[in-house]
């Protein structure tokens, strides 16, 4: 039986070394007693010291500062994984039941990092039993419910929490009477069940960067002064401190609490006992829930009362704030803002508003798609999508400018259907295409458009009435029963669905075309 | 006579409790090491205390002022209440958040203002606070602006820049709802802006043309509240509502919030105790739809009236109205399936399809992943395992419902 005997204190390369060499030598973990220096708090305790003055009273010799990279648990990973490529064709193969040199999976040195910080003693023989397994069995850490797998991840688990706790559970005091114009001095205590405090010292390093502070626990102590993070595994004893600042955070926890909603146990849960003693919130606790119910009760016995004169002044001021005034009669803004409030079809319901047509009040060519998008829905606008993006190539590679173009749909209000963080479109059905005629066919009178164009079967349908196929009346000038030219073509949403991307670049030329076509046909009245 | 801060602290603080989020996960990476200055964001959000009605204390949350121009009949700051009233000035939002900071008591910031004046005067002032804690102060912190719908462009704009999360409540989850008890606020107009700040965001999002950095801009992104039971609207109402929310604005989140009775009640609404079950549930099946693939229309279909079930979580409750879909086998399942067994979560059933590939499972196997047994064991197939007519047992829910209670009379 060998016995190997460890500070152990969380640090990883110290257990990493002796298992390493344990593993060359080819020592079964059964022949492996693992032991731990008696560090237990009462022995060595000391006061917590701050930039070598004293906190509350004795004074003591200065902490030794760590190496940097033995603060980073991250950065132990690369190395350790670094190092055991190394090993690989060394040659020092180990001996009985381990075939190779020791290597292990990325994952094992980050777990095995969080495990050695635990205070269970038996962590470091679990370690190096999952260590000596690996060697045979590669991916023994994918079994997720292999027995010494759990036990390990319960553990790293346990630590892991431990150390989350510690960032939100540790309150600083401010220490008075530093140097005039110094820099502002806290200090803290806590109480880890682990030995997470060099694990966790950094994050404070990088959030509390501008102030002195100095966290002591009796699992020992890590302090920051602006240049250098010290830590120190001398347990320390628990300061007297006493901060006026917490007064105010007890006001603000017993206020923001709700009476109405007690859940104890949901905060002990989240919360447990054992941290109350260090909490300056925590005393009020008991209080809060014992009156919980009576303030209840008090505030139903108050029966509502009457408003003071203030609510009394603001309605009148509401009141007679001016209104806007609407727009005239018979012009697109009017239009606008009466279909803005449109419920003649339940498309409304699911919509974010009303998209109208755009352009200027007299236009000579209408170009009129099916339905606004997802993109058009938060805008407001008409064609601004994916669509709206072939729909302006194709204007671009006619010479057409889109300012002089009214567009708008058959359609005014999107429909889809909800999927995950995702809308799918679909087709308007007839019936919601008959209702919107209405706002179609007066965009139409108002503009007094000399071309009409139809982008797809919904707009000639909207149009015209007309069911035929698309391909039967595409690219072909048409009258309307006003006498109204019109000309069909696709909707650009179309060309956006050809999977085949030959396909689809003959079908974007096609479309180019047609748009071309349509400019033509316009200039030509 | 003026109120010390302290008092005024305790009116802000109170006036803000109704307001669920306190959420400060999900924003960029950032800390204060470079820049020697004070703050940190890493990822996962901090709980740093908790109340006795288990909620979670993560942000200093409180109002700027409680003064409001709206009578919205849920809120207990509405004009026509009767609640003390008091407002900060900037500076001691300022003060009160660096200090707050400094003790390790909260990880930022959620600021939240009655309607005071114009909503631009209101934004504008909540806008100077973030920007100062920024630009002043060096603050790295999380920082959550409630955004008014009806404020200008250009104050939204310079608030995502500072912030990490701006919301705007949608309040209730029908329009009728909102005419009713909320006649000042605009549904229409709120939804709009959900609209807006989604495409500023995106905007955002899209590298530049000069460099290949993108803007910071919100980037834990909008969130919105809803009041539960304040209205009629069933769960079937406010989850689609939800459903439309997320879909259409890229929420990060909806909060639920059961509707709690305030001081000085409007007399439009009942004194009642919160349905807090109910808005359980609702969460519940909230994360069905966002994590586990479930449709909202699936989870609310076999539930009469449209309300979930309060004794059964509406995960077990579409297994038992599904009942052909099950048993589920673990070592052959796909993942969609696994998600849809009641008693396995996201995470063990990624441990499931890990394992799996290396050896068949046992009722054991998953027993040690921390499942369990009872809940699962009528619905998956594992190895040596078949759950025979279990999952054909009419009596099969009171398996899972909690056993009856007698009913109080009050």
Known sequence: MRRVMLEGRGDFPEWRDAARDLLIAGVAPGEVEWCERDTSPGLAFEEPAFGGSAVGGAGRSGPGELAPERLAPERLVAEELALDVATVGNGSAAGSGVSGPPRVPAAFPALAAAVVCHSDPARFLLLYRLLWRLQADRRLLEVASDTDVVRANLMAKSVRRDAHKMTAFVRFKELKGGPAGGRRRFVAWFEPDHHIVARVAPFFQRRFTDMDWLIATPRGSAAWDGRTLTLDGTPCRKPDLADDADELWRTYYASIFNPARLKVKAMQAEMPKKYWRNLPEATLIPGLIANAEASLQAMAARAASEPLPYHRRIQERAARLPQPAPPPAGTLAALRQEASACTRCPLHQRATQTVCGEGPERADVMLVGEQPGDREDLAGRPFVGPAGQVFDEALAAAGIDRAGLYLTNAVKHFKYEPRGKRRVHQRPNADEVQHCRFWLAREVELVRPKLVVAMGATALFALTGMRSKLEAVRGTPMAMADGRALFVTVHPSYLLRIPDAGKRAEAVARFHEDISAAGRLAAAM | ?410
């Open chain 2, 1 to 410: 006579m003026r109120k010390t801060l302290r008092e005024r602290l305790a009116i802000l603080s109170d006036a803000a409790k109704y307001d669920a989020s306190c959420a400060s996960s999900g924003t960029v990476k950032r800390d204060s090491a470079a820049t020697g200055g004070l703050g940190s964001t890493e990822g996962a959000g901090i709980c740093h205390a908790y109340a006795p009605d288990g909620r979670c204390i993560s942000l200093l949350k409180i109002l700027l002022t409680n003064f409001c121009i709206y009578d919205c009949a849920y809120c207990v700051n509405r004009s026509s209440s009767n609640v003390e009233r008091a407002r900060f000035t900037p500076e001691e939002v300022v003060w009160l958040t660096l200090e707050f900071y400094r003790r390790n008591y909260i990880e930022g910031l959620f600021l939240s203002s009655g309607i005071i004046r114009s909503s631009d005067h209101t934004m504008e002032q909540m806008v100077r606070i973030a920007r100062e804690l920024r630009l002043t102060h060096n603050f790295r912190g999380y920082i959550h602006l409630k955004t008014i719908p009806e404020a200008s462009p250009h104050l939204i704009e310079e608030a995502g820049l500072h912030a990490d999360r701006l919301s705007l409540n949608i309040e209730l989850p029908t329009d009728g709802g909102i005419a009713r008890l909320a006649p000042e606020k605009k549904p229409a107009g709120i939804r709009r802006a959900m609209g807006e700040l989604r495409l500023k965001i995106e905007e955002a999002a899209e590298p530049t043309l000069q460099t290949r950095r993108t803007k910071r801009f919100v980037p834990a992104g909008q969130s919105t509240q809803m009041i539960v039971g304040a209205d009629g609207a069933n769960d079937a109402t406010i989850l689609s509502t939800s459903g439309r929310l997320y879909s259409s604005y890229g929420l990060k989140r909806v909060y639920y919030s059961a509707f709690s009775p305030i001081p000085d009640s409007s007399k439009a609404l009942p004194l009642i105790k919160p349905p807090l079950m109910r808005e359980h549930r609702l969460y519940q099946a909230d994360w069905l739809y966002r994590f586990y693939g479930f449709d909202i229309g699936e989870i609310t279909a076999s539930q009469p009236g449209g309300m979930l079930d309060l004794d059964l979580d509406p995960k077990l409750a579409w297994a038992l109205a599904n009942r052909a879909a099950f048993p589920v086998d673990v070592n052959r399942a796909v993942r969609e399936m696994l998600l849809r067994v009641p008693g396995l979560g996201t995470k063990t059933v990624a441990a499931i399809l890990s394992a799996r590939r290396l050896r068949r499972l046992r009722l054991d196997d998953l027993k040690r992943l921390g499942v369990s047994i009872r809940k699962v064991q009528a619905f998956v197939v594992a190895e040596g395992w078949t759950p025979r007519r279990l999952i054909d047992r009419p009596d099969l829910r009171t398996m899972f419902a909690p056993a009856p209670r007698q009913l109080s009379l009050l």
